[in-house]
């Protein structure tokens, strides 16, 4: 089955800010990766957490907990732009991506 | 210069028939891979090659056959093409080895192919 989890679809407003999670299983884990990909694009990285705690990089961030094999992303300063699907992967072994999560920003 | 290339980008076709899809890479890493995404987004790892050796063979029909003839090349051939296997398949690369590797593994995606079949 599915070992990442992440909500299908979030809208959030422009200008706001927008937290979207990932839930593993922990058999097999190395650190959590953020893929962003727009509609008819290819997946981008965006960023990697290792250990627990928050990675800021610009209006980007990105959290993991491993005692409770969970991780978010949060954009902030949300711009019409950021609408696109994110990818959450656990880089072990090979890359398996979760279900993805499908943001809409809207005005 | 593109980093991952992958030809073609569009390709229609009749059930039943062969075709092929191409990659290369020049980021000079030593893993490449074959990804479906369907029409629901789902990413699917298929195949993945470290230095011209088959590394991850996910279960995917024997109908696909991927080729690497030297680490920057993955090719991917599909036989007896399924009105299913219509969906954008994606190449990419890695510098790391995806079982050895405990770093971020960040993959360098081509732009995708995408493949109908009718």
């Known amino acids: 089955g599915q070992s990442l989890e992440q909500p299908s679809e979030v809208t959030a407003v422009e200008g706001a800010i927008v937290q979207m999670n990932c839930t593993y299983q922990?058999?097999?884990?190395?650190?959590l990766s953020w893929y962003q990909q727009h509609d008819g694009g290819a997946p981008t990285f965006l960023s990697y957490?290792?250990?627990?705690g928050l990675e800021e990089t610009g209006r980007f961030s990105s959290f993991l907990s491993r005692s409770d094999s969970y991780g978010y992303l949060l954009l902030q300063e949300l711009q019409m732009k950021d609408s696109a699907s994110y990818f959450c992967?656990?880089?072990?072994?090979?890359?398996?991506f979760g279900t993805g999560t499908k943001l809409q920003v809207i005005p | 210069d593109t980093a991952v290339s992958q030809t073609p980008k569009y390709l229609v076709t009749q059930m039943g028939n062969d075709k092929s899809i191409k990659c290369e890479q020049n980021?000079?890493?030593?893993?490449m891979y074959w990804y479906k995404q369907d029409s629901k987004k789902f990413l699917k790892i298929m195949f993945s090659?470290?230095?011209?050796?088959?590394?991850i063979n996910e279960t995917v029909p024997n109908r696909f056959s991927p080729k690497s003839p030297d680490k920057a090349h993955l090719n991917l051939h599909i036989n007896s093409l399924e009105l299913g296997d219509s969906a954008v398949y994606f190449c990419?690369?890695?510098?790391?080895?995806?079982?050895?590797?405990?770093?971020?593994?960040?993959?360098?995606f081509g732009a995708g192919s995408r493949l109908t079949v009718l």
């Open positions: 980021l000079g890493h030593d893993t």
């Open positions: 992967d656990r880089g072990y072994q090979k890359v398996t």
């Open positions: 922990t058999s097999g884990f190395y650190g």
């Open positions: 957490n290792a250990l627990d």
């Open positions: 990419a690369s890695s510098q790391d080895h995806p079982r050895l590797g405990s770093g971020a593994n960040v993959l360098t």
């Open positions: 090659y470290n230095n011209k050796e088959l590394i």
